[in-house]
């Protein structure tokens, strides 16, 4: 994106341009990189192995290990707020989400299909044993039709799997009986333990992994976050975020027309059934299994770098290569 400034005459007098790199970075063309600030903190982790010996050592959750490594720089209360505004963020997504009608942008016509279908999920009930897995899917269609149409979204780990981590929130929130503020606290401090593994050790960038990294990171992120609310042990935690990336590895990113409508609004409905399934698996378990959540993110990474680039947002591969008129 350039940003020029003119004068009265019309003239530009400043100039910037600025590219999206992946992964919710920018940076600013001349820039080698983007700073980052440095600071002490005081439970440093580099894997999950790490994490969860740390964790066993101090006798602490994951989510507290965030939260005292947060505590570093910002107080307690500005913790919570940033928190409160994540989730505020979240549900106001939903909200328009489920209010906007008609046409994505972008030419391929894909008609917003969260808003007609609350109205048919209130109508028919609760009946059906499915019912909670129905909204799952169209709270996070809702957020992802938001971003194909440029709304605001939390990008949880990114803007295209925006999706996957609100929509496991929204199903604690409304459908989980005792849900909790707390809960809700837990949830993200500990999805955010799970993304930092991943962004640290691996990548988060479908051009450079694929959707594994993408909506797989964040299969597993509210996998670890959901076990969390509900009070599972960091040894759940880390089986649930590992069940979840597990079965996305692979995945390849293949937009039609570059554009984050098909396959990705779908992907991220699918995303967020995962991360409850592989939650209930864990916490059925004490934890105990055979690729750690270690093995999974390296796994990842690897079928990332062996993939072929055209696997990797080209969209001139998989669906993206289907005919879909262009209007
Ligand atoms: S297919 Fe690509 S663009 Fe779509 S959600 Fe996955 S990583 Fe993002």
């Not at 980052?36 to 790490?50: L, V």
């Not at 989400?97 to 391929?108: D, M, N, Q, S």
């Not at 062996?306 to 262009?326: F, P, V, Y």
Request: glycine share 10%; net charge negative; with cysteine.
């Amino acid at each position: 994106m350039r940003f020029s400034a003119f004068d009265q005459a019309g003239i530009t007098i400043h100039e910037a341009l600025y590219y999206s790199i992946g992964s919710g970075f920018i940076i600013r063309e001349g820039d080698e990189s983007t700073p980052i600030a440095d600071r002490t903190i005081p439970y440093p982790f580099g894997s999950a192995a790490q994490l969860l010996n740390l964790a066993e050592e101090r006798g602490l959750s994951i989510w507290q290990i965030v939260f005292e490594n947060e505590k570093a720089s910002h107080n307690e209360g500005e913790i919570r707020d940033y928190v409160d505004r994540i989730w505020s963020t979240m549900c106001q997504c939903v909200a328009r989400g489920f209010r906007a009608e008609g046409v994505l942008p972008g030419g391929l016509r894909v008609r917003r299909r969260a808003p007609a279908l609350p109205r048919k999920l209130e109508t028919e009930g609760e009946k059906d044993p499915l019912h909670a897995m129905d909204w799952v899917n169209v709270f996070a269609m809702a957020v992802n039709e938001e971003n194909a149409a440029g709304g605001r979204m939390v990008t949880a780990p990114t803007n295209g799997a925006a999706g996957v981590v609100a929509a496991v929130a929204h199903y604690y929130w409304i459908f989980v009986e005792g849900a909790s503020r707390d809960g809700l606290f837990w949830f993200f401090l500990t999805a955010a333990a799970i993304g930092i593994l991943y962004k640290e050790n691996a990548s988060i960038s479908g051009a450079e992994v694929g959707c594994q990294g993408e909506v797989g990171v964040a299969c597993s992120m509210a996998a670890a976050g959901l076990v969390a609310a509900l009070s599972g042990t960091n040894q759940q935690i880390e089986h649930a975020a590992e069940i979840s990336m597990e079965h996305n590895l692979g995945m390849t990113c293949d937009p039609i027309g570059g554009l984050v409508q098909i396959p990705c609004i779908e992907r991220n409905a699918m995303g967020a059934v995962k991360p409850i399934n592989a939650c209930r698996m864990a916490m059925r378990e004490s934890g105990e299994h055979s690729a750690s959540l270690d093995q999974a993110i390296k796994a990842m990474y690897e079928s990332g770098k062996d993939m072929q680039t055209r696997h990797k947002e080209t969209s001139s591969d998989g669906l993206a290569t289907l005919n879909i008129i262009e209007c």
